[in-house]
Every structure is written in structure tokens, then in C-alpha cells.
């Protein structure tokens, strides 16, 4: 898995002024080597991050992109 994140306030994360120093965006990309069926892996991709509580909360603080790449 590979993820990137873009901040609100980069300086105040640095410390040089005041702001949110928060995530604004968050993109994970999970790469997946399998014989399994696309549709079947793509499905159980959506059926975890649906239930996943920390995709959850990554969603309710920032703006939240996930892809799935089958290697």
C-alpha cells in the first residue's frame, strides 16, 4: 500500500505561522497480486473499506481517495 497526503496548512505543521496544520487529503493506493477473479477482488475492496472504522474516519477529516491495482 502506498499513501499520500496533502496538509491544510504545511506551515503550520512546520511551525512557522498558525493554521491547521491538519490533513486536507489522504490517497491510498493498495496493490494486490492474486489469481482471483477482477470482479470478486474488487468487491471484497469495497466490502472492506465500507466496513473499515479507519477508512471511516479518515473520510469524516479529509478529503479520502483510495484505488485498488491488481498486479
Not at 498558525?18 to 493498495?30: Q, V
Request: cysteine-free.
Amino acid at each position: 500500500m502506498t499513501a499520500r497526503g496533502r496538509l491544510h496548512d504545511v506551515m503550520a505543521h512546520l511551525g512557522l505561522g498558525e493554521g491547521d496544520p491538519g490533513f486536507a487529503a489522504i490517497d491510498l493506493k493498495l496493490f494486490v497480486s492474486t489469481f482471483a477473479d477482477e470482479a470478486a477482488v474488487q468487491a471484497t475492496w469495497a466490502d472492506t473499506l465500507r466496513r473499515s472504522p479507519l477508512a471511516a474516519t479518515l473520510a469524516k477529516a479529509a478529503a479520502l481517495t483510495t484505488r485498488l491495482s491488481i498486479v
